[in-house]
């Protein structure tokens, strides 16, 4: 499914109204009845659902307000107690919304209007009231600090006990970046229009939005098509399609095989659920080069992963005096990987970056090879094959040398850029992770929860990566792919354990599940 900026909404609904014919009162009577039937749905869930709970729409002058207008409309015809909150003078609202304004006046719904902060009191009271609220206040076009009437409304609804349900997204969120605006609602699920929003997704807008349910507003296909979206959000049915599937006859050489470097002294437990991860998305032989001094250690944690002892510095961190035996193993292999729990020890930076320069295999690069990076990224153009870097926004901030914030709230143009520049897929990890194609095509993944905000949990990312690659997938499909099951044995280990209690073991634990999940799905498609 494609996730679109305001710009190609705006050019999406123009091609509607414009060159289809589709009057724009009849996308927005659409668009309201949509948000009507969730509320109606969240109703239905409620235990006071059998004493018809009231509702309470707030409605800006805008277009957002408009598809407010009608949802009030169609809950009050269905038997709701309704209120709409407006929060301008009748006059200010204008063009689409206007004519939809003046249906719903003719009908017995009450209109509350606040335009003072003495008025907001008797809001707050009609808030208090509702069992569902509906925002319909601010659209897509906001940008910047809410302020003012809109923002004691915003602080009114969120501190109202009933559930909260938001118009195209949440008043005060800004739909291209994620970022809230002062004050924003938090909603328990917003109904966004023909297509998600990027502020959905990244930025801050996962704390906002709650569930998202995307609205088909009966645009045709083809004015969707006329529009180039380059941003795609991973599904399920998309995941399953790119998983491996074995031969009946196949034998661990035709699963893959993997070489990861990594390790050092207190860090030996990253390497390990790198390759253990490996192992557990299917790779057939991986093999894990580690200090000399930590390789009892290693043979003690892992029993199906074979260990290689090299060479190490005074810090008993891989050295680069490791990498001649380290490159002959690694153009034995079809995948390979470097970084978790490898040390910021300059010699352990130094091999690092001479393997990121020169093995001639797909690699992933993951925390500390990613601090080698840093002043040094122009390596990346020039290397023999595929690299997969996977940093987190803090690292992606240091790699670009910009404020963490910043690359917050633009992390799709960034890493889109990035991975165009350098040539190379950029896996952004955040709550909703980014996989980045040089293509300039990117994908949100939604699967994931904050219990997976732990140590580790890139560590095992990285293994699902690199067994994948190393089974024969196409490099972006094997990040892709990887995210998408990293995501969904979180959230697995997350029903099972509860968010506070989720580790990168647990997330290892129940990748198992999660394939056998997907490769139901891929049955089904099959």
Known sequence: MKVATTGQIREIDRLAIEEWGLPGPVLMENAGRGCAEQ??????????????????????KGNNGGDGFVAA?????????????????????????????DVLARTEVPVLRVLKPAQVA???????????????????????????????????????????????????LEADTGRPGGTSVRADVTVTMGLPKLGLYLGKGPDYTGEVVVQDLGIPRECQEQVTIETELLTKSAAARMLPRRARTAHKGDAGKVYIAAGS????????????????????????????????IFETKLTEVITIPLRESPEQALDLAAAPDIEERMATVEATAV?????????????????????????????????????????????????????????????????????????ATLGREFAREYGIVLVLKQARTLVCEPSGRVFINPTGNPGMATAGSGDVLTGLIVGLLAQGLEVSQAAACAVYVHGLAGDLAAIRLGEASVTAGAILNEVPEALRALHQVGEGIN
């Open 39 to 60: 509320a109606q749905r969240m109703l239905d869930a409620s235990c006071k659902a059998r004493e018809r709970g009231k509702v309470v729409v707030v409605c800006g």
């Open 73 to 101: 409309r169609y809950l009050h015809k269905w038997g709701h107690q309704v209120e709409v909150i407006l929060a301008c003078p009748q006059d200010e609202v204008r063009g689409d919304a206007r004519i939809h304004l």
């Open 122 to 172: 008797e809001a707050e009271r009609v808030l208090g009231e509702a069992e569902i609220i509906v925002d319909a206040l601010l659209g897509t076009g906001v940008t910047g600090k809410v302020e003012g009437i809109y923002a004691e409304l915003i602080e009114a609804v969120n501190a109202a006990p009933g559930k909260r349900l938001a118009v195209d997204i949440p008043s005060g």
């Open 265 to 296: 002294v207190g860090m030996t437990g990253a390497a390990c659920l790198a390759a253990d991860s490996a192992l557990k998305v299917g790779a057939g032989l991986v093999y894990l080069g580690v200090p000399a001094s930590l390789n009892p």
């Open 339 to 411: 970084g978790p729990g490898m040390s910021r020890a300059p010699r352990s930076c130094q091999l690092a970056r001479k393997l990121m320069a020169e093995v001639k295999r797909p690699m992933v690069v993951d925390a500390d090879g990613l601090f080698a990076l840093v002043d040094n990224l122009e390596i990346l153009k020039s290397a023999p094959a595929a690299r997969i870097l996977t940093p987190h926004v803090g690292e992606m901030a240091r790699l670009l040398g910009k404020p963490t914030e910043e690359v917050l709230f633009n992390s």
